[in-house]
C-alpha cells in the first residue's frame, strides 16, 4: 500500500494498473476500505489506472484522528486527486461512499467529471431505515443494530467474500467509526431527501450510472427506470444478486457495467 499526508492525517490507498492510462478512483461506504473491490479493480486495470483509497481513520493501522464528516472525506479525495496531478479521472462508489461521490462532481464540476458510476446506493429509504439510523448513533443500541443488519445483508448468501466482509472486515473498523457513519448518512437523508434530490441539485448533471442488486421489490427498480425517463442524464444497470455487495458477489458483471459506461462515446 501507498500513503500520504493528507488535511493533516494519513490516506493509504492501493493502486492497480498503468499510471499513464485514464484514472479511476473507487470510493467505499464507511467502514470499509479497499477490500471491497478486490474483485473488480483488477479487471478495471485492463484499461485504467485504478486508485483505491481508504478513508482517513480507515487505514490498516486504524490510526486515531478527530472527528470527521463525509465533506472531509470529499476534501481528502479532492486533495489526493491535486497530488497524484491526475488531469483525466473517472469516480466509481459503494453505497453511501455515493454521497462522498456527488459532493466532489459538484466540487470539481462538469468539466473535469462529466461521468460518474454509483453502485448500491438507497435511492428511496426503506421503512424503518431511520430506526437503523438513529439506533446506530447509540452507544448503547449501534452493536445490536449492525449485527442485526449485518444478518439481513448475509441472509440469504452463502458468498464467502461477501460473509467475511459483513461479519469480519466491516466490524473491524470499531462503534466509534459506525456511529459516525449512522449519522453522517443520516445527515445526508435528512437534507435532501434522497440522493435523486442530490444529483438533480447539480447545476449540470454527470452521466450517471447507478449498478444495483438491492433492493430486490420489482418496484425499486420501476420508480429508477421512471426517473430515468425523466432525466436521461441517469442510468439505472440492475444486475441479479442477492446482497449489498455487487462488486463482491458478481464483480465481473459490475466491471463490464463499469467499463460500459465510462467507454468514450
Not at 487505514?59 to 489526493?80: Q, R, Y
Not at 473517472?90 to 454509483?118: F, P
Not at 467475511?164 to 456511529?179: D, K, T, V
Not at 452521466?207 to 429508477?224: E, G, K, N, W
Request: with cysteine; net charge negative.
Amino acid at each position: 500500500m501507498k500513503s500520504l499526508q493528507i488535511n493533516g492525517e494519513l490516506l493509504t490507498y492501493t493502486d492497480y494498473g498503468n499510471p499513464a492510462s485514464p484514472a479511476i478512483i473507487m470510493l467505499s461506504g464507511w467502514a470499509q476500505d479497499y477490500r471491497l473491490f478486490k474483485n473488480v479493480a483488477p479487471i478495471l486495470a485492463e484499461s485504467y489506472y485504478v486508485i483505491c483509497p481508504d478513508y482517513r481513520g480507515h487505514n490498516p493501522d486504524m490510526l486515531l484522528c478527530a472527528d470527521f464528516t463525509s465533506d472531509d472525506l470529499a476534501s481528502d479525495i479532492v486533495e489526493l486527486v491535486k497530488r497524484l496531478e491526475l488531469t483525466k479521472f473517472h469516480l466509481v462508489s459503494h453505497s453511501h461512499g455515493c454521497w462522498v461521490n456527488i459532493e466532489i462532481c459538484e466540487r470539481l464540476g462538469y468539466a473535469t467529471l462529466d461521468k460518474t458510476v454509483l453502485i448500491d446506493w438507497l435511492m428511496e429509504p426503506h421503512p424503518g431505515f431511520d430506526r437503523q439510523l438513529a439506533d446506530g448513533q447509540d452507544i448503547e443500541l449501534y452493536a445490536a443494530g449492525r449485527k442485526s443488519m449485518a444478518d439481513e445483508w448475509a441472509s440469504k448468501t452463502d458468498n464467502e467474500d461477501v460473509l467475511n466482509h459483513i461479519y469480519n472486515e466491516m466490524p473491524s473498523f470499531g462503534g466509534a467509526m459506525w456511529r459516525r457513519a449512522c449519522r453522517e448518512i443520516a445527515k445526508g437523508y435528512a437534507k435532501w431527501g434522497s440522493p435523486l434530490e442530490r444529483m438533480s441539485a447539480l447545476e449540470r448533471k454527470p452521466a450517471v450510472a447507478h449498478i444495483f442488486s438491492q433492493p430486490l421489490a420489482q418496484a425499486y427498480r420501476d420508480m429508477q427506470a421512471d426517473f430515468a425517463k425523466l432525466n436521461p442524464w441517469f442510468t439505472p444497470v440492475y444486475i441479479a444478486g442477492e446482497t449489498h455487495f455487487p462488486s463482491l458477489e458478481n464483480g465481473p458483471q459490475v466491471a463490464a457495467a463499469i467499463l460500459a459506461h465510462l467507454a468514450p462515446t
